[in-house]
C-alpha cells in the first residue's frame, strides 16, 4: 500500500479542536481560503455615515504610519460583534448589546485616543499609541464592563501589542486578528492575547488552504514566541513531511518528543516518517511506543499491524489489525490489511469476511475484488461470484497484469479455455508471469479438441 506524507498527524489538541469545531468561517468542505483572504484581501466595508472618525483597513493603516509614528508602544484590540446589535423594543435592558455596538467601541477609542476602524461583518479593531498589551486587556474589559446588563457577552476580543518579535508595527492589526481567532475557540466573552497558540491557530488556516509555505511561517513566529510549545515543533515536522524533507521533519518531531516525551502525535509522525524512509524496525518501535501512550488510537495500532505483515510477524499482527477495524470500522484499507494477515494464516473464510467488508466500504476498491475473487477460485466454490469479482477488478484497473491473471484462472477453472487465454497473454503482455498457465491453457484446448 502507497503511503503518503499527508498520513501525519496535525494536532489533537485545542487548534485542530478550533479548526473543527468553533471556526464559522470555513466552508463546509473545509477550505480556509475566506479566512486567508479576509486578512487585507477581502472587500473593505461601507463607510458609515454614522461615524466620520472610523477608518477602513487602509486608514487604520495610515494613521498607524503617520499619527502613531513616534509612539514607542501601540496596543491593539480586534472585536466580533456576538448576536444582534439591535435593541429589543420592549425591554432595553434585555438587548444584546447597546443599539449599535460599534458606539461603545467608538467611545473607548476616542477616550484613549485610539484610532478604530471596521475590517469585516460585525468585526472592528482599535490601536492606541504608547499602550501595552497589558493596558489592551484593560481596555477590552471597559468593552463588557460597558454593557453590564447584556443577557449574553457581546463581544470576542483579541490582544495584539507592538514590539513583538520581529513584526513590524503594521501587522500589528493582522495580530490582533489572529489573537480574535484564538478567542473564537473560547467562545462569546472572552478576551484572548496574541501568542504562540494564536500563530499555530493561524499556521492551521493556511496549512487547511494548501499553502504550507504560509504555515511553516506562522509555525517559525510562533517557536521565537515559544520555542518550548511542542504542538508547534510538530506541526512544523508536519508541513517538512508533506513537502518530503524527512530529515527536518524528523528533526522537529525528536524535538516535539523532548518537550513532550509522552505525546502520541510526536510519537506517531516519527514513526510515520520512519515508515517513509523504509525503516520498519525503527518505525514499528515508535507506534509501540505511541500505543503504549495512547492505546487503540487507530492509525497507531493499523501502522503496527501492517509494519508486522511486512516483516513475516504475520500471528502478531492479527490483534492489532482485528482491534483497528473495531477502532474505525469505516476503513477500507485496514479490513483489507485484515483480509491478507488472514489468509497467509490460512484462515481463508475469515480473509473473505474481511475482504467483503473491505468491499462493502469501497466497491471501487479494484484489490480487494481481484483478492475475494481468487480465494473464491481456490476454494472451487461460487465460481460464477469469483468471475463477476474479477471481471470488475479488470474494468477498474484494466492495466492490471496480476488482476488479468487472476481473472484468467477463474476462467480456467470455468472451463472457458479461450477466454482464459486471453486473459493470461494479456496479463503476460503486462509484465506478469504468466507463461505457465498459457502453456497449460493451450494443451488443454490442444487435448479438448482431440477429444
Same mark, same amino acid.
Not at 429589543?88 to 467601541?105: G, L, M, Q, S
Not at 490601536?127 to 457581546?154: M, R, S
Not at 501589542?161 to 462569546?188: M, S
Given at each position: *500500500?502507497?503511503?503518503? =506524507?499527508?498520513?501525519?498527524?496535525?494536532?489533537?489538541?485545542?487548534?485542530?479542536?478550533?479548526?473543527?469545531?468553533?471556526?464559522?468561517?470555513?466552508?463546509?468542505?473545509?477550505?480556509?481560503?475566506? &479566512?486567508?483572504?479576509?486578512?487585507?484581501?477581502?472587500?473593505?466595508?461601507?463607510? %458609515?455615515?454614522?461615524?466620520?472618525? *472610523?477608518?477602513?483597513?487602509?486608514?487604520?493603516?495610515? +494613521?498607524?504610519?503617520?499619527?502613531?509614528?513616534?509612539?514607542?508602544?501601540?496596543?491593539?484590540?480586534?472585536?466580533?460583534?456576538?448576536?444582534?446589535?439591535?435593541?429589543?423594543?420592549?425591554? &432595553?435592558?434585555?438587548?444584546?448589546?447597546?443599539? %449599535?455596538?460599534?458606539?461603545?467601541?467608538?467611545?473607548?477609542?476616542?477616550?484613549?485616543?485610539?484610532?478604530?476602524?471596521?475590517?469585516?461583518?460585525?468585526?472592528?479593531?482599535?490601536?492606541?499609541?504608547?499602550?501595552?498589551?497589558?493596558? !489592551?486587556?484593560?481596555?477590552?474589559?471597559?468593552?463588557?464592563?460597558?454593557?453590564?446588563?447584556?443577557?449574553?457577552?457581546?463581544?470576542?476580543?483579541?490582544? +495584539?501589542? @507592538?514590539?513583538?518579535?520581529? @513584526?513590524?508595527?503594521?501587522?500589528?492589526?493582522?495580530?490582533?486578528? /489572529?489573537?480574535?481567532?484564538?478567542?473564537?475557540?473560547?467562545?462569546?466573552?472572552?478576551?484572548? !492575547?496574541?501568542?504562540?497558540?494564536?500563530?499555530? #491557530?493561524?499556521?492551521?488556516?493556511?496549512?487547511? $488552504?494548501?499553502?504550507? $509555505?504560509?504555515?511553516?511561517?506562522? @509555525?517559525?513566529?510562533?517557536?521565537?514566541?515559544?520555542?518550548?510549545?511542542?504542538?508547534?515543533?510538530?506541526?512544523?515536522?508536519?508541513?517538512?513531511?508533506?513537502?518530503?524533507?524527512?530529515?527536518?521533519?524528523?528533526? =522537529?518531531?525528536?524535538?516535539?518528543?523532548?518537550?513532550?516525551?509522552?505525546?502520541?502525535? $510526536?510519537? @506517531?509522525?516519527?514513526?510515520?516518517?520512519?515508515?517513509?524512509?523504509?525503516?520498519?524496525?525503527?518505525?514499528?518501535?515508535?507506534?509501540? /511506543?505511541?500505543?503504549?501512550?495512547?492505546?487503540?488510537?487507530?492509525?497507531?495500532?493499523?501502522? #503496527?499491524?501492517?509494519?508486522?505483515?511486512?516483516?513475516?510477524?504475520?500471528?502478531?499482527?492479527?490483534?492489532?489489525?482485528?482491534?483497528?477495524?473495531?477502532?474505525?470500522?469505516?476503513?477500507?484499507?485496514?479490513?483489507?490489511?485484515?483480509?491478507?494477515?488472514?489468509?497467509?494464516?490460512?484462515?481463508?473464510? %475469515?480473509?473473505?469476511?474481511?475482504?467483503?467488508? =473491505?468491499?462493502?466500504?469501497?466497491?471501487?476498491?479494484?484489490?480487494?475484488?481481484?483478492?475475494?475473487?481468487?480465494?473464491?477460485?481456490?476454494?472451487?466454490?461460487?465460481?460464477?461470484?469469483?468471475?463477476?469479482?474479477?471481471?470488475?477488478? &479488470?474494468?477498474?484497473?484494466?492495466?492490471?497484469?496480476?488482476?488479468?491473471?487472476?481473472?484468467?484462472?477463474?476462467?480456467?477453472?470455468?472451463?472457458?479455455?479461450?477466454?482464459?487465454?486471453?486473459?493470461?497473454?494479456? +496479463?503476460?503482455? *503486462? !509484465?506478469?508471469?504468466?507463461?505457465?498457465? #498459457?502453456?497449460?491453457?493451450?494443451?488443454?484446448?490442444?487435448?479438448?479438441? +482431440?477429444?
Amino acid at each position: *500500500m502507497a503511503r503518503h =506524507a499527508s498520513n501525519l498527524f496535525k494536532n489533537r489538541s485545542t487548534t485542530q479542536e478550533f479548526l473543527f469545531s468553533h471556526s464559522d468561517e470555513i466552508t463546509d468542505d473545509g477550505n480556509a481560503q475566506e &479566512v486567508l483572504t479576509r486578512r487585507g484581501s477581502a472587500a473593505a466595508p461601507s463607510p %458609515d455615515p454614522r461615524f466620520s472618525d *472610523m477608518q477602513d483597513r487602509q486608514g487604520l493603516v495610515h +494613521a498607524i504610519n503617520t499619527q502613531m509614528a513616534s509612539a514607542a508602544t501601540l496596543c491593539a484590540i480586534a472585536v466580533r460583534i456576538e448576536g444582534s446589535s439591535r435593541v429589543k423594543a420592549d425591554n &432595553v435592558k434585555k438587548a444584546v448589546v447597546p443599539e %449599535d455596538a460599534a458606539t461603545v467601541i467608538a467611545a473607548l477609542c476616542r477616550t484613549h485616543k485610539g484610532t478604530w476602524a471596521r475590517i469585516g461583518p460585525e468585526r472592528f479593531a482599535c490601536v492606541f499609541p504608547h499602550l501595552t498589551a497589558a493596558d !489592551g486587556h484593560g481596555l477590552a474589559q471597559q468593552l463588557f464592563d460597558a454593557v453590564p446588563e447584556a443577557e449574553n457577552p457581546p463581544f470576542t476580543i483579541g490582544v +495584539a501589542a @507592538y514590539p513583538t518579535i520581529n @513584526y513590524v508595527r503594521t501587522q500589528l492589526i493582522d495580530n490582533a486578528e /489572529k489573537a480574535l481567532e484564538h478567542a473564537c475557540f473560547f467562545g462569546p466573552g472572552t478576551i484572548t !492575547g496574541f501568542d504562540a497558540v494564536s500563530l499555530n #491557530i493561524s499556521g492551521d488556516r493556511f496549512y487547511q $488552504a494548501g499553502d504550507i $509555505a504560509g504555515a511553516i511561517s506562522e @509555525y517559525k513566529k510562533g517557536l521565537l514566541l515559544d520555542p518550548a510549545d511542542a504542538n508547534l515543533h510538530n506541526s512544523l515536522g508536519v508541513c517538512h513531511g508533506v513537502l518530503k524533507d524527512f530529515d527536518n521533519a524528523l528533526s =522537529a518531531f525528536e524535538h516535539a518528543i523532548r518537550l513532550s516525551p509522552q505525546e502520541v502525535m $510526536a510519537i @506517531y509522525n516519527k514513526g510515520y516518517i520512519l515508515l517513509l524512509k523504509g525503516n520498519l524496525e525503527q518505525a514499528l518501535e515508535c507506534f509501540l /511506543k505511541a500505543d503504549t501512550c495512547e492505546p487503540n488510537v487507530f492509525e497507531v495500532i493499523f501502522h #503496527i499491524g501492517q509494519i508486522l505483515v511486512e516483516m513475516g510477524a504475520t500471528e502478531k499482527a492479527r490483534p492489532y489489525l482485528e482491534a483497528a477495524t473495531l477502532a474505525n470500522n469505516r476503513s477500507g484499507p485496514a479490513f483489507k490489511s485484515l483480509g491478507a494477515c488472514l489468509d497467509n494464516l490460512g484462515l481463508t473464510k %475469515d480473509a473473505i469476511q474481511a475482504y467483503k467488508s =473491505a468491499v462493502k466500504i469501497n466497491p471501487g476498491d479494484a484489490e480487494s475484488l481481484s483478492l475475494l475473487g481468487r480465494l473464491y477460485t481456490e476454494r472451487g466454490e461460487s465460481l460464477d461470484v469469483a468471475s463477476v469479482l474479477c471481471e470488475q477488478s &479488470v474494468r477498474l484497473s484494466p492495466d492490471n497484469g496480476l488482476f488479468r491473471h487472476r481473472l484468467g484462472h477463474v476462467f480456467l477453472n470455468q472451463g472457458k479455455l479461450n477466454h482464459a487465454l486471453a486473459e493470461f497473454e494479456m +496479463a503476460a503482455a *503486462m !509484465g506478469h508471469d504468466s507463461q505457465p498457465q #498459457i502453456e497449460e491453457t493451450q494443451d488443454r484446448m490442444t487435448a479438448s479438441r +482431440a477429444s
